[in-house]
């Protein structure tokens, strides 16, 4: 039981290059997150999503875009990478949405956008 | 809207000191309140919970209960040891997860 993986675990791209960040879950979860963690902001959720086919606007979503095609997966894309979108990034799930749900993170990625 | 202030940090300890790490919330409804942990080169995990006023959530040691007269759901600890160098994240829940900035703990031997 692997519980949340993400992929790549660190990457560096060039101002306005794309790339697609991938996290993958094995619990059955119905619900996934991003987030973003900057020093001294703690996490900013990104997107989520309640389920397979399903995602919504987080507190940060400006220059992000995601799908969740298949339930374990959920894709995290960048069309014109940005600094300011220099960061690491972490994808968790949960079973739950309601109070008291915990959520489990993945390992994170660390991007540097130049 | 709803939100979370933690003490800044570094706190920085020696082995078998006292923890306090200070958490308060602003919240709308009733929230569940949460502690986690991140450490080194690590994703964020859950330490501790509680879902209701006076709940006491606990773990490993770590102790923090939910006072909703004072809104605040303080971090303890008796006795640190140098494995609990991490960055400690207080968090609420009513609809989505809100974190605080963390507060890193270093203990020395």
Known sequence: NAGVTQTPKFRVLKTGQSMTLLCAQDMNHEYMYWYRQDPGMGLRLIHYSVGEGTTAKGEVPDGYNVSRLKKQNFLLGLESAAPSQTSVYFCASSLKRARGGTQYFGPGTRLLVL | ?109
Request: glycine share 10%; proline share 4%.
């Open chain 2, 1 to 109: 809207g709803d939100s979370v202030t933690q003490m800044e940090g570094p706190v920085t300890l020696s082995e078998e000191a006292f923890l306090t790490i200070n958490c308060t919330y602003t919240a709308t409804g009733y929230p569940s309140l949460f502690w986690y942990v991140q450490y080194p080169g690590e994703g964020l995990q859950l330490l501790l919970k509680a879902t209701k006023a006076d709940d006491k959530g606990s773990n490993k040691g770590f102790e923090a209960t939910y006072r909703k007269e004072t809104t605040s759901f303080h971090l303890e600890k008796g006795s640190v040891q140098v494995s609990d160098s991490a960055v400690y994240f207080c968090a609420l829940d009513t609809d989505k997860l809100i974190f605080g900035t963390g507060t890193r703990l270093q203990v020395f031997p």
